[in-house]
Nanobody, 126 residues
Framework: QVQLMESGGGSVQTGGSLRLSCAVS????????MAWFRQTLGKGREVVAT???????YYTDSVKGRFTISRDNAGNTMYLQMNSLKPDDTAMYYC????????????????????WGQGTQVTVSS
C-alpha cells in the first residue's frame, strides 16, 4: 500500500514563510505526477501546484511568485516552499500522487489522483 504524509504546517503571521513536505512510502510504482491541494470551508478542494517528474510545474494564479513546488525523486519527497503568506492562504493542505495508470482527467483535477495524505493545517494571521 501507498502512504503519503504531510508535515511542516503551522501558524504564521502575514508575510511569513513555511515549507511543507510530503513523504511517500510503501510503493515503487508511483506515476510521475504529484500535486498539492488545499481546502477551506466554503471553497472546496482546489489545486495549488503540480509537478511532473522533477521539472514541469504548474501553479494556480493566486500563489504564482510566492510558492515553489519541488520534488526529490531519490528520496520520494515532495516540497512546497511558501513565502509571503497571506490570510487567504489559510487552509488544510494535502499532497497527492497518482498510481502508474492512465487517466482521462487533467492533473489539475483532484480526481486524477489516487493517493492522498491526511493534510497539514496552515494558518496565516493578520
Amino acid at each position: 500500500q501507498v502512504q503519503l504524509m504531510e508535515s511542516g504546517g503551522g501558524s504564521v503571521q502575514t508575510g511569513g514563510s513555511l515549507r511543507l513536505s510530503c513523504a511517500v512510502s510503501g510503493s515503487t510504482s508511483i506515476n510521475p505526477w504529484m500535486a498539492w491541494f488545499r481546502q477551506t470551508l466554503g471553497k472546496g478542494r482546489e489545486v495549488v501546484a503540480t509537478i511532473y517528474t522533477d521539472v514541469n510545474q504548474y501553479y494556480t494564479d493566486s500563489v504564482k511568485g510566492r510558492f515553489t513546488i519541488s520534488r526529490d525523486n531519490a528520496g520520494n519527497t515532495m516540497y512546497l516552499q511558501m513565502n509571503s503568506l497571506k490570510p487567504d492562504d489559510t487552509a488544510m493542505y494535502y499532497c497527492a500522487a497518482r498510481r502508474s495508470t492512465s487517466s482521462p482527467l487533467s492533473p489539475l483535477n483532484e480526481g486524477f489522483y489516487d493517493y492522498w495524505g491526511q493534510g497539514t493545517q496552515v494558518t496565516v494571521s493578520s
